[in-house]
C-alpha cells in the first residue's frame, strides 16, 4: 500500500492538539505517513458495494437498554478506592497543577 | 448607535435533573454539599472497561421537558460521544446526542403583562440528553477535581437565533424556569448551578436578512441578575469592534460578574472538532406511539394554560393571574381557596388580591386560610347606608373641625376618620370612609 497523501504538518499538529498530545518534529513526520496509511486503509471499503446495506450504529441486537431509576449502586467506591489511584490528592480531590 | 445594529441571539440552556441515581450510573446524583469523590463508581471516573447504562427516569422526565416545549418526541434516538480534552472529562469524551435527540422543533410563547407588547414566540431547535461533567475547583497553585457532579443528568435545550434583545431572553428564561419547575423534575436553580446559561450572540446590521458570519458564546453566567448585563455588554463589544470595520472573532468568552466584562477563553471547536460518533457502549432508543402519547398525557396543566384559564374561567385579572401561576404549588392553593370560598359568594378576584395584595400566605392551613381572608373581607365590605349615615352624624358633632377642613387644614379630616370608624366599630373600608366624607364635605 503506497502512501502517495502524506498529512500535512498542520494536519498532523491540529489532530495532536485533539488528542492532547505534544509531538516532536521526527513524531510529526512519522504520524505524518502513518496516519496516512491508516486512511488509506480505511479507503478499501470503497471497493465494497454497501448501497443495499442500512446504516448501522450498533452491532449488538439490543435496544432501550436501561436502568430505573434510585435502584442499588452495586458499583460505588468508596472516598479512599476512589482517590487511590490519583498521583497528587489535595482535600480529597485530585489535584492538577493550577490550569486557569 | 445601537439601532443601526441589532443583536441575533441563541441560547443554549443546560437543566440538571433532579433524579436519585446519576445518568449513566446509579451513583447518587445528589452531590450539592457532598465530601468529594464520594459519590463515585468506575463510570462515573472514567475508569477503562466500565460501561454506562442509561437512566430510564432520565430519559422520561427530559422528553417531559421537551414536550413541554412544545416539541415532537423522537421515535428513534440514541447517544454520541462528543470528544474533548479537558481535566472535568475523564473519559475524554462527553456522552450526549448529536444527530438523533429525543426531542425537536419546539415552540415557547410567553406573555408576561410586565414586558410591553404582545405575546412572543421563540422556537426551540432541540433538547438533547447528556451527562455533567466533574467539577473543577481552582486554589492556590492547585486545580481540584471532584467527580461527585461527573455524569448526573443534564438537559440541553437549544434555541434558535430568535432573540434580539437581553429583556427577551431574560423574559424566556424566567418563562422555561418556571415550566420546569411545574415538571418537577428540577429545581432550575442558576445560583446553585442546576440551571446555566450559554448564549450565542452576533450583532448585524439593522434590516440585513442574512446571519451574521460569526458568533461568540458567552459562558460563567450563574444568575438572573448577570443574564442581561453579560449579554449587553457584549453586544456593545461587538458593536464597537464592528463600527471599525473588524469582524468579531468567533470564540467562548467568559462572563466576570465582579469586572462586569465578558474576556476571550478559546476559540471554539467546529462541531467536526468533536468527532462525535454514536455511543457504540450504549444500544440506541426506540419510543413507540403509545409511550409518546403516555409522555404527553403525563404533562400538568402548564403556565399558560392555567393563566388563561384563570383569566377566562374564574375571571381573575391577566396581571394576577400571571403572578399566581409562577409557581404551581400557588396556583393550586388558590384554586383551592376560591372552591372553598366559593359558598362563600367569594369571587376569586377577590381571593387573589388577599394573596397578592393582602399577602395572607399560602403556607397557612386551609381553613385558616379561609377565616382569615373572610375576615378581611368582612371588614373590606362596607355598609354604605350605615356609613353615610354615621358620616352626617360625625359632621352634625364637629363643626369646628369640618370648618378646619374647609379652610385647607387637610390634616383634620384624619380626625373625623376616626369617628367614624369607631361609630362604624372598625367594620368599614378606611379608604372608602376617606372618600366618601371628602365627598360629603
Not at chain 1, 446504516?55 to 487511590?84: C, H, I, K, W, Y
Not at chain 2, 444527530?99 to 414566540?121: H, L, Q, W
Not at chain 2, 443528568?153 to 418556571?178: G, R, Y
Amino acid at each position: 500500500m503506497s502512501t502517495k497523501n502524506m498529512l500535512s504538518k498542520d494536519e498532523v499538529l491540529h489532530l495532536s492538539k485533539l488528542a492532547n498530545l505534544t509531538l516532536s518534529d521526527a513524531e510529526i513526520k512519522k504520524y505524518g505517513s502513518q496516519l496516512a496509511e491508516t486512511i488509506d486503509y480505511v479507503k478499501n471499503l470503497d471497493e465494497l458495494k454497501t448501497e443495499k446495506v442500512a446504516p448501522t450504529n450498533s452491532v449488538v441486537d439490543l435496544s432501550n437498554v436501561s436502568f430505573e431509576d434510585g435502584t442499588e449502586n452495586t458499583r460505588g467506591l468508596s472516598q479512599q478506592e476512589a482517590l487511590s489511584n490519583g498521583k497528587t490528592i489535595v482535600d480529597n480531590s485530585f489535584s492538577l497543577g493550577r490550569i486557569m | 448607535m445601537e439601532k443601526k445594529y441589532t443583536p441575533v441571539i441563541g441560547l443554549e440552556v443546560h437543566v440538571e435533573l433532579k433524579t436519585k441515581s446519576k445518568m449513566f450510573c446509579q451513583c447518587d446524583a445528589n452531590y450539592f454539599g457532598a465530601k468529594p469523590n464520594t459519590h463515585v463508581c468506575p463510570v462515573c471516573m472514567g475508569m477503562p472497561g466500565a460501561l454506562p447504562v442509561p437512566n430510564k427516569t432520565a430519559i422520561e422526565w427530559m422528553q417531559r421537558v421537551g414536550k413541554a416545549l412544545n416539541c415532537t418526541i423522537t421515535a428513534n434516538s440514541k447517544f454520541d460521544r462528543k470528544h474533548y480534552s479537558y481535566p472535568d472529562l475523564p473519559k475524554g469524551y462527553q456522552i450526549s446526542q448529536y444527530d438523533e435527540p429525543f426531542a425537536v422543533k419546539g415552540k415557547v410563547t410567553v406573555k408576561n403583562p410586565y414586558v410591553k407588547g404582545e405575546a412572543k414566540s421563540f422556537r426551540i431547535t432541540r433538547v438533547h440528553m447528556e451527562e455533567d461533567t466533574a467539577k473543577l475547583s481552582h486554589e492556590g497553585s492547585n486545580t481540584l477535581v471532584d467527580f461527585n457532579r461527573s455524569s448526573v443528568p443534564l438537559v440541553e435545550i437549544v434555541t434558535e437565533p430568535d432573540f434580539s434583545s437581553a429583556e427577551d431572553v431574560k423574559m424566556f428564561l424566567e418563562e422555561l424556569q418556571v415550566i420546569i419547575r411545574y415538571l418537577g423534575v428540577s429545581d432550575a436553580d442558576m445560583e446553585k448551578g442546576s440551571m446555566r446559561l450559554e448564549p450565542n450572540i452576533s450583532v448585524m446590521k439593522t434590516g440585513l436578512g442574512t446571519l451574521p458570519p460569526y458568533k461568540v458564546e458567552v459562558k460563567n453566567i450563574n444568575s438572573f441578575r448577570f443574564v442581561k448585563e453579560a449579554i449587553e455588554y457584549e453586544v456593545k463589544r461587538q458593536i464597537v469592534l464592528l463600527e471599525k470595520g473588524e469582524t468579531p472573532k468567533q470564540e467562548t468568552r467568559g462572563y466576570d460578574d465582579v469586572k462586569r466584562i465578558t474576556y476571550s477563553q478559546r476559540s471554539k471547536e467546529d462541531a467536526q472538532d468533536y468527532r462525535y460518533f454514536p455511543d457504540p457502549d450504549i444500544p440506541p432508543f426506540a419510543f413507540d406511539e403509545k409511550y409518546r402519547r403516555d409522555i404527553e398525557n403525563s404533562l400538568p396543566e402548564l403556565p399558560p394554560a392555567k393563566m388563561e384559564r384563570f383569566e377566562k374561567e374564574l375571571k381573575v385579572k391577566e396581571v394576577d393571574a400571571f403572578i399566581l401561576t409562577r409557581d404551581l404549588g400557588t396556583a393550586d392553593y388558590f384554586e383551592k381557596a376560591c372552591k372553598a370560598l366559593k359558598a362563600e359568594k367569594i369571587e376569586p378576584q377577590s381571593v387573589a388580591n388577599i394573596i397578592i395584595n393582602k399577602r395572607l400566605l399560602t403556607s397557612l392551613k386551609l381553613e385558616d386560610f379561609v377565616s382569615k381572608a373572610k375576615g378581611l373581607l368582612a371588614a373590606k365590605k362596607t355598609d354604605t347606608a350605615l356609613l353615610e349615615k354615621n358620616i352626617a352624624e360625625v359632621i352634625k358633632q364637629n363643626p369646628q373641625v369640618v370648618a378646619d377642613v374647609k379652610g385647607g387644614k387637610q390634616s383634620a379630616i384624619m380626625f373625623l376618620v376616626g369617628q367614624v370608624m369607631k361609630m362604624m366599630k372598625g367594620q368599614a373600608d378606611a379608604k372608602t370612609v376617606i372618600q366618601t366624607l371628602k365627598e360629603k364635605l
